[in-house]
């Protein structure tokens, strides 16, 4: 190190304190950096690498990016999960000898970035910290920087509860101690893509005691604390925005854990993990950016509390009535600026004044708005309290900012006439001046006699009068100064142009900074009003998610639910409110949903793309409709509330982790089985699938029982086990429903309507001519079947071939040593045996759940011991 230069030196010094980052090391109007960053800055964001001396034996490696360009590539690490430490000169480089000084004045992480394209409008950007008590209950707090708003909880359960939570708040980083349990966070990093980070004090920093007023328990203190902790290390810059922590308990709201949300497509959509095809996407009719936030946070917890509820569908229900007001209530929210973020910016102190006129606008709606409000013959004082006009801040915003300022804080050109006695003497002084030079202009023209003349200006210079060459002559001798001299023209300048221009020139660098003063101060002043804003923000954002649903429930025809203590689930007419919106107009085929207390159960049959997982979470998103508040997409809906909903999804049909093992199929089944209560809702999905016939079938049937015997929650059980439709005998509070089709010559057609009683008829190869399998082979698989099916059955030779087959299934050597025995004597033995063999085979083969590529499978090896007699 000794034999570095000082400046590398510094470099390392600092460099040392932020290991897990990318150093921006500040040299003149770049970020540099050297050694291990710059070979891999290098890579990721595709910049040179050179190379520089350092002192050292080799040459250090070092790449950099433009000062003004920076954001850009900042935006491109953290989107990547990287952090960048920014570390500025912190002293004048004129005023100092040697190295500058410089310190980092930031850590930009993916939890904390404020400014970036990544960040999008309408999502919460929460940096969650995690913490693990001996008692193996975990304390949670989570705060999204940019609005201030900060959550925290305990987590009695499990840890899955843990992992479920942190993906439904969607951190993009987490902050742990270094003693957090490594396999934790690794459980946590398979599910989604988060940076962890590193903290260890835990008690609350001074200056934030108001943050923890209400915070009772000590857990949820640490918590907030690991959380202020590392804010505070990584920020180095005011956070007065924070708002006082909200306490949350997880059973207040509906729990749906993560496997759950992600097949429901509640925010996103399993393929692409975009919100569009979500039901967030189908419900986003939120106006404000702060609405839209607001709306995802109410997807993700649905309530349980049906006063609560009732009151959302109320006012719901007045603002579809109240068609104008709300068509009102839209237009003046499309004028709202986003509170909340723009309270953080203030609190940061980067707003600029633009940001400031867009504040008084945005404030000067609430009066209006408010108003609207108050005409809807509804009670809504929680939202009304909340709607603070901020009027004194309206007016001081008023009077002190012109229609259009500046972009730039540092030029001027932002205040208005009027606001400051100071600023407005100068602006006479500037206005004076120039109206000096206009009539001084006007006076030499007349007594010079020369119309040409006129008076310029320019930086290097300043004020001169300037003749063009032809007029020279008429110039009265010694009249002006002379001071440049251009190809046709002269430029003079006289004593009392120079005493104007001193106090022009004076003016207007005295407005600059004055009017910047002024602007700090006003920021100052705004901040005051921080925390009114975000109360001001949550009512806006409250009303824009409430007319959002009203907007959608009239828009598609929604209907008010009604709930009962019954258990009961009474739905006319449900769609699945997602698949309707992309099908044309009146595709979507309704259908009912009945269950009690006698009808717990509902196992569903019928072909591959019939309608069976859509009708299962049609009733899934139906309730998490009706307990968001919203209207649900039914003719008629009665429902019980819900406390959990689980759905599951087979392994053969689980296209989203990739890891469709049967082992995690049983995980998450027995996760539902576990945590299910009869005020549950469960969705199985063709669980079972991801194993052999006869082990699957045997697990789901005992699952059957289990929740019917055990849990009594309401279930939705699709199957391709045929056998199991058998089980409404024993179990009385099952029924068999099944997806109606019918043949229309001789092709199938779905009609995607629910019937009670079991499907009885296999359709496996009209779902493989859909699939589009080549004609020979689907016309082949008919005659076969028709054969199979005109045969008369005979019980011994059933067995007998069954025994074959078995025996060519299991061994490969089988069939070896079954070729190698006398080949003449057993010619035509072995030509009937494969040919039994092949039609056992056929006759076995579950067409209705044989997926395409299974069928195509079964028909080579059906082949293939035809093929043995040739
Ligand atoms: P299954 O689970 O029985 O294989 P799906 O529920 O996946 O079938 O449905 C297959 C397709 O059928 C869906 O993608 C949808 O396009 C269509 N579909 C399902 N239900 C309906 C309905 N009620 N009305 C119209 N089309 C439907
Ligand atoms: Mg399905």
Known sequence: MASYTPMIQQYLRVKADYQDAFLFFRLGDF??????????ASQVLEITLTSRDGGGKERIPMCGVPYHSAPNYIDQLIEKGFKVAICEQVEDPKQTKGVVKREVVQLITPGTVMETKGLSDKQNNFLTSITHFEDETFGLAYADLSTGELHTTVINGPVQQLVNEVYSIGAKEIVVSEKFPPDLVQMIKERMVTTCSY?????????????????????????????????????????????????????????????????????????????????????????????????????????????????????????????????EIRELLKEVYDLERLAGRVAFGNVNARDLVQL??????????????????????????NMDECEELTTLLHDSLIEQPSLSVKEGNMMKDGFHEELDKYRDARRNGKTWIAELEKRERDLTGIRSLKIGYNRIFGYYIEITKANISSLPEGRYERKQTLANAERYITEELKEKETLILEAEEKIVALEYELFLKLREEVKVYIPRLQKLAKAVSEIDVLQCFATISEDRYYTRPSFNDERKVYITEGRHPVVEKVMDANEYVPNDTWMDKENEMLLITGPNMSGKSTYMRQVALTAILAQIGCFVPAKEASLPIFDQIFTRIGAADDLISGQSTFMVEMLEARNAIVYATQNSLILFDEIGRGTSTYDGMALAQALIEYIHDKIGAKTLFSTHYHELTSLDEELKKLKNIHVSVVEQNGKVVFLHKMKEGPADKSYGIHVAELAELPKELITRAQIILEKLESQPKSEPVEVAATKEVQSIDQDPLAQLSFFAEDKDKKQVDKQSKSEKAALEKLKKLELLE??????????????KLLKVKS
């Open 31 to 40: 970020y540099e950096m050297f050694f291990e960053d710059a070979i891999k």
């Open 199 to 327: 903290e260890e004090v835990t008690d609350i920093p001074m200056e934030f005691d108001q943050i923890v007023k209400n915070l009772e328990q000590e857990k949820l203190q640490m918590s907030v604390g690991r959380l202020l902790h590392y804010l505070k290390k990584t920020q180095k810059r005011s956070l007065d925005h924070l708002q006082p922590a909200r306490f949350f308990e997880l059973d207040q709201s509906m729990k749906i854990d993560l496997f759950s949300k992600r097949n429901l497509e509640l925010t996103e959509t399993i393929r692409s993990k975009g919100k569009k095809g979500s039901l967030l996407w189908l419900l986003d009719q939120t106006v404000t950016a702060m609405g839209g936030r607001l709306l995802k946070q109410w997807v993700d917890r649905p309530l349980i509390n049906p006063a609560l509820i009732e009151q959302r569908h109320d006012m719901v229900e007045t603002l579809i009535n109240e068609y104008f007001t709300r068509q």
């Open 360 to 385: 008084r606008k945005s404030l000067s709606q609430i009066p209006h708005l408010k108003a609207m409000v108050e005409k809807l013959p509804i009670e809504n004082a929680s939202i009304l309290d």
């Open 850 to 863: 044989t997926t395409p590529l299974e069928a195509l499978n079964k028909l080579y090896e059906i082949q």
